[in-house]
């Protein structure tokens, strides 16, 4: 899940009937299963929830090209350095497509982005972590991009239409991104020693911080219970992460490798594993800055954005020049 | 977004064959190069010129991933890695037929990632260090209108492998000449700080473009067979695309004819034995294992 913590501005979740006749015609539209589009009468928290969520979507994106970025050179073969490449470019694009869709919303990219930069919009907690070896490209791909999956495939379904065709469109390509990492742990669980080694070691320290992208508990969360009546959120925290554990143990299992949590159980009553909270003390220092990589990770899209100045100056002073020449020959 | 089933297509024959069955079947077949046996000296110059093909597009290609999530603008992350993939692409069937044709049983990756910097045979141009995002793009352009011209001279190869290759990659680098060649003009003819940065860059670089038109005794014995240009007969076509280009970006081309040179023999700026230390780790580190 690559929004955590998205805030909505309500205190409880109204009835249709405590609604202003507007509003309650909206909220009745999604009760239908219509999409909201962007021109249409929207009640203010409903925007500016999703430009939180969106834009918090979008900043993962491409804050999380980093870690992956991090091996691209030095990807072991032709082959996987190409697919490795093409992923974190899908990444890139569905920035795009991400921040395109809050754009509709009457908030601009750049706007967006200095958000970010002030270290006022967060991106998901997972992207503060290492890429130690290669294995983590496989990890990551088939943890992280699983995760968000969880997350996406339901959103496909939102009420917000540029969102819900941007998560169409993103969806299609983030279950090849983590076909793409189970094929990478698949060679390193069944190849040599270090090989195997380097996969354990991965599936170690990418679990619990996986778990941690659905979130803390939010049954109780009036934030939740807002987002899910406007069918901008689809499912709980919870329900994900059992999903995602449900999935993903048996994937662990079939690699030959150990999750590394001593509570993991198969529950015949629930028909699902009980397994360990991760911890949510290391969740909370992460958001607030202090996971392993949070300096260097805003530092970096600091610094491209800094640095990527002149250049988007100098583009747009070539475009105005373009402009006056052409206003001079219609004046003629 | 990825054009990556093109770029995963590694079949160099399959490539070859539909190329061929493109071309007018030669009067006598028996005389065409790139059918066994071929003429030793040819073979060998064909490996060394294959190997300069798939070095440079190995290295720029390189080169270019290095900026993957640093970019300057959202576009340009996904542009640029677009143009990485399809260099890495025709690595893979340059360096996959120079192994071919070797006939020592070394693939693609065996090339790229087993041999030290003096086995290397790109020009010094590509292995630069990126510099700022003028300095990428100037490389890229002044590379981009030597590519095009290069592959649109080998599509119409007696090798017909070569051939085969060129005509794909060639499509590929018109879109990336048209690219780099856009945004050269829009930099340079932007603000004055965009001007200063891509005159500074190409004041660099010129230099180095010299060494793709030098030709020596392997060009000879390609050109000769009709393998493969002269390199020196692309330098007429290469100015007609550049200089034009520069004038409309109010840029000055550096005076004087001199060209750093050696990549092609193997001799080196130090900047390819740190990429290499890094794009061959874990193939060093691990020898033997599958990935």
Redesign the interface.
Known sequence: MYAQLVKTDATQVRGLDEMPPEERAFQERIDRGEKIEPKEWMPEGYRKTLIRQIGQHAHSE?VG??PE?NW????????????L??K???E??H??YL?CAAETLGVS?DELMELLHAGKMKYSSIFNYPTLT?ADMGAVGWLVDGAAIMNQVPLQRTSYGPYSRAMIRICK?ESFHQRQGYD?MT?MAG??P??KHMAQDALNRFWFPALMMFGPSDKDSVHSAQSMAWRIKMNTNDELRQKFVDQTVPQAERLGLTVPDEGLRWNEDKGGYDFSEPDWSEFFEVIAGNGPCNRERLG?RV???E?????????????D?AVRARMAVAAE | MPSLPDVMTRDAAALAASAAAARPAPDDPADEVGREPVHEPTRAALVEFLTRMGDNTLVLGHRLSEWCGHGPALEEDIGVANIALDLIGQTQFWLGLAGEVEGRGRKADDLAFLRDVWEFRNVLLVELPNGDYGHTLMRQFLFDAWHVEALRALAASTEVRVAGIAAKAVKEAHYHLEKSADLVVRLGDGTEESRRRMQAALDVLWPYAGELFLGDAVDAVLAEAGIAPDPASLRAAWDATVRPILAEATLRVPDGTFAHKGGRRGIHTEHLGRMLAEMQFLQRAYPGATW
């Not at chain 1, 691209?72 to 996987?80: G, N, Q, S």
């Open positions: 491409i090209q980093l970025g691209i050179t030095r990807a072991p073969t032709l082959e996987r350095k190409a697919i490449l093409a974190v470019q899908d890139a694009g920035g795009l921040y990219r290669w390509e990478i060679k190849g040599t270090a090989q970096a610094k491209a954005w640095d990527g100045a002149w250049f988007r100056d100098g583009l747009k002073a070539h475009a020049k």
